[in-house]
């Protein structure tokens, strides 16, 4: 109570005194959970045959696939949600070849972007990737002062022995990450602990995949799926990459975000679906 109200309120009957204090200026309520969401540009994949991605369907049919990174202001700190394709592949016009005929570019940067919107790298504090492969990890090693979040099974996949031949990681794009603080997830998990991001569990793309919801203030529930799927006729048909770490798992965590879906009523970003991602605002902008 202020000094001019408590000088009021002294000599006045009981009942009045609460009226002036019930009708005195309020402090603002705390806020908190997620304030913004800024999606990035974090490259492109020109695909020469969308087969192996899409079993059963025609060999031979090209698809362009986005590529997108996600930036959440919370009311604690910053957390980035996958970092993309290498910022050096913007020297290259051309592009460089990946697997299964790829053509990867990237035109604007990583840094580049998030400096735009005022955020420098030491400022995210909060990290945690889909999964390991190059075109989601491509400048974790920018992010040295943040604390990694990461499934068991993708830290023991991603740092272990067979991590360059048998799952496609490519380690030197995140080796830094082994000096960060690092939380080993099993399961599910609520990041700020109020419920506003949380970390899905969808093992199957690779052994520890994960998707992340964030629940915006304005827009609501949002899934962000990473590999979970790479378009949205994949999701519809229930279909799993030829290449996945574990079809039975892939088909099992498609279901599991597909009714996570229903009960939050929430909308799932497909990050590699450049149809979808051309329909969502980028930044500088950003989604409330």
Known sequence: MSASIAAIVRGRSPLIAALLVACAPMAPAPQGGVERLY???????????????????????????????????????????????????????????????????????????????????????????????SDHVGNANMFTAATLYIQQAEYDAAFGPEATTRYGFAPALYEKLRANPVIKLNGDYDVFG???????STPGHTPGHQSLLVRLPKTGAVVLSGDLVHFRDNFEARRAPSFNFDRDQSLQSIDKVAAILKSERAQLWINHDSAQSATILHAPQYVQ
């Open 194 to 200: 109020d419920g506003s991001v949380k970390i899905l």
């Open 39 to 133: 999606v990035l540009y974090c490259g492109e994949a020109q695909i020469p045959d969308i087969s192996p991605w899409a079993p059963g369907t025609a060999p031979g049919t090209p698809m362009l696939f986005s590529d997108n990174c996600y930036l959440i202001k919370h009311a604690k700190d910053y957390m980035l949600w996958d970092s993309g394709l290498a910022d050096s592949l913007a020297d290259k016009p051309d592009g460089m070849q990946g697997p299964r005929g790829m053509i990867m570019k990237r035109k604007q940067t990583l840094a580049a972007q998030l400096a735009q919107i005022g955020v420098a790298p030491a400022d995210i504090k909060y990290l945690a990737f889909s999964h390991t492969h």
